[in-house]
């Protein structure tokens, strides 16, 4: 019995199917997303999506999809399926679906006429490479394959017409063609295991519309070029092999080529082998850089994302080379103290006041899993940090005299909560940042530890009298005695704000805690009680009258939504860590149940992986992208926690 396993009356059911979906990603930077059935509902959608240098890097879907057809006994069954204006679906090929699982790859079995057929497919690793099998399992007598590639050639965050400038020509190889819609794209080699005729009828299919994108407020129809289709002759037990690829292959290793790739890949057959599938497929090995991306399929490498994410996606599964490998590639991206926070290799933006301090925690878990050149490889980063946050960077990030970090850019969001609508942040948390500021404080404690050890008198001179001041401060600043609450932030103009958001939980967390036993306990109650969801932590408590519960619409509206109630699973991590941190064996239990209680989700919005954010209110509709790198990531390292600290509880 496979872990995941979807029956023909739900996979049938389109409210059920179009809104599960597929991601699989490789190491080379391509990925390949669709619905269950293969009905794209998104223009991030497609089967061969990869990045192209000659255009500046950016990920372009090449091959969107392929309609596989049935020819027997004269009739023809297409087990495709596309949507269009009016809710016209066609061809309607899920009707003919018998069977989907996922368990190690994609499989779909088809029953159409007196033909059993299987379609299976899969990313190669370091190749923009897409490969289907098909299997005959059934067939009384002879059988054709007609299989027709629709083509987009354009960015994932773009749609595309018919236009009279594509290139409809097409170019015969062994065993297929190749086809290159226009200038500066790679060509897309199509070739099959087996001899396959190519009938050359181009065409476009007008009006293709992507439901998802609908519901997000964007434009939602497209027009997909085919040049024609492949008919390959089949019998029962024929087994054939399609390659699309931007490198011509030989077709005899076509087959080989498959299975060895299926023979290397963990089967999801459990909770934690779902979460570990899910961890490897943010990482990206490409031009000499090791990055985590951090959400799919619309995400880049975000630096903030990729500190808070790395420990469980890299140190909970054992991989400090891994480990080693991305944070080297962020230092070497640094500038003036900061982390590059998103935007592309030639054009970074550095808008983060979080990232250069979350690296710090994630130098830490290092050292925490055995890293023991921790010092040694990042003293020299982490230094400049701290000075710079010390003597004042961009975006008019510096320390005022009383030891804590202020932030302050008009139109700008700083902190991790940085929705910006109309060139104005929804949440904007200017000044003193709590968890900036408990970070900052951290930061500077590991640092004194690290230099005690390393001997830099210089910098424990500079720095040593700087936490006694920061706790002094903290305290006076941010804590509220009465309520048992920290401020969220405070700055000059509004004076604090006490609003229950999940950013007091960081300040429990951290290593270096400026916080008592007990502040900290009422701290987690009060979080517990007001943002604690069975999918994460709500950005905002319901009783604010600022709370939005749902999060639908346009992107002003969902923005609005963002950081606003919407639950996040990456913030378990912080708070059951924090949780464990004050109630020790007797806080297990608890956390146990919130990590995997998570199981539900792997057979919903992305299946096997977990959701970027899921909404307020319940039942706590998944939203946003569909598997998100931190999302994984503390849940794995909470995970670890568990395993390493309470196994036998």
């Keep these: 019995m496979s872990y995941l396993k979807f ?106 006429g007196g033909v059993i057929l299987k379609h299976e497919r899969l990313l190669v690793h370091y190749e923009e490479q897409y490969l289907a099998r098909f299997t005959v399992l059934e067939a009384s007598e002879p059988m054709k394959l007609q299989i027709r590639p629709f083509l987009a050639f354009r960015n994932i965050h773009s749609l595309t017409h018919a236009n009279m400038t594509a290139n409809t020509k097409v170019e015969f190889i062994s065993n297929g063609i ?236 700083l902190t991790w909560m940085d929705a910006v609508v109309n060139g104005i942040p929804v949440t904007p948390r200017n000044g003193f940042a709590v968890e900036i500021n408990a970070l900052w404080y951290n930061a500077v404690c590991f640092s004194l530890e690290m230099a005690k050890q390393a001997n830099d008198k210089k910098f424990i001179k500079e720095f040593e009298a700087l936490p006694d001041l920061i706790h002094k401060s903290f305290h006076e600043l941010f804590c509220d005695h009465v309520r048992g609450l920290l401020a969220d932030y405070v700055n000059d103009e509004e004076g604090k704000n006490y609003f229950v958001r999940p950013n007091m939980v960081i300040a429990v967390s951290l290593p270096y805690s400026m916080l008592s036993r007990e502040q900290m306990q009422r701290v987690l109650e009060v979080a517990d009680k007001e943002l604690v969801t069975p999918r994460g932590l709500r950005t905002l408590s319901p009783g604010n009258k600022f709370y939005k519960g749902t999060y639908t619409g346009n992107q002003e509206e969902r923005d609005s939504a963002y950081h606003q109630g919407t639950v996040w699973p990456w913030l378990l991590g912080p708070f059951c860590e924090g949780w464990l941190k004050v109630y020790g064996k007797q806080g297990v239990h608890k956390v146990r149940n919130l990590i995997y209680g998570l199981e539900e989700v792997m057979s919903e919005h992305g299946v096997t992986t977990i959701s970027e954010i899921y909404e307020g209110d319940p039942p706590h509709n998944p939203r946003g992208a569909i598997s998100q790198a931190w999302s994984i990531g503390e849940v794995l390292r909470v995970i670890d926690l568990l395993e390493t600290k309470y196994a036998n509880l």
């Excluded at 309609?67 to 009016?86: E, Q």
């Excluded at 990482?283 to 000499?288: A, D, M």
Aim: glycine letters at 8%; hydrophobic letters at 35%.
């Design 178 to 413: 190749r086809a290159k819609l226009y200038d500066g794209f790679p060509y897309l080699n199509m070739q099959f295991s087996t001899k396959a005729e190519f009938v050359h009828v181009p065409d476009w299919y007008v009006g293709v519309e992507y439901i998802e994108e609908q519901k997000r407020g964007y434009d939602f129809s497209e027009d997909l070029f085919t040049p024609g289709f492949f008919e390959v002759e089949a019998k029962e037990g024929d087994v054939i092999v399609l390659s699309a690829s931007t490198k011509e292959e030989k077709p005899s290793g076509l087959k080989s080529k498959f299975t060895k790739t299926v023979a290397g890949k963990i089967p999801r057959n459990s909770f934690i082998n779902c979460l570990r599938n899910a961890a490897q497929q943010f990482i990206e090995k490409r031009h000499g850089m090791t990055l985590i991306i951090a959400g799919y399929p619309w995400f880049g490498a975000w630096g903030r994302d990729t500190f808070i994410a790395l420990p469980g996606i890299a140190l909970a599964r054992h991989k400090l080379v891994l480990f080693r490998e991305v944070l080297d590639t962020q230092v070497n991206r640094m500038k003036n103290g900061l982390f590059p926070n998103m935007g592309d290799a030639s054009n970074p933006a550095f808008n983060s006041v979080d990232a250069p301090l979350w690296f710090f925690w994630s130098v830490q878990q290092y050292l925490e899993n055995r890293g023991t050149d921790a010092w040694e490889r990042y003293g020299e980063a982490a230094k400049s940090v701290l000075y710079a946050y010390k003597n004042g960077t961009a975006f008019n990030i510096h320390m005022r005299e009383n030891g804590l970090i202020y932030a302050d850019a008009p139109g700008k969001a």
């Design 7 to 112: 029956e023909k009356g739900q996979v049938v059911n389109l409210e059920f199917s179009l809104s599960r979906e597929i991601i699989r990603t490789n190491r080379a930077g391509s990925y390949s997303s669709y619905t269950i059935i293969g009905c794209n509902t998104r223009k991030y959608h497609g089967l061969l999506v990869c990045p192209v240098d000659e255009l500046g890097g950016d990920r372009y879907v090449l091959l969107s999809s392929i309609d596989v057809t049935v020819v027997n006994n004269g009739s023809s069954f297409n087990t495709g399926i596309r949507k269009y204006k009016g809710d016209y679906f066609s061809p309607k090929g899920h009707k003919y679906l018998e069977d989907f699982e996922i368990e190690t790859i994609p499989v779909r079995i088809y029953r159409v």
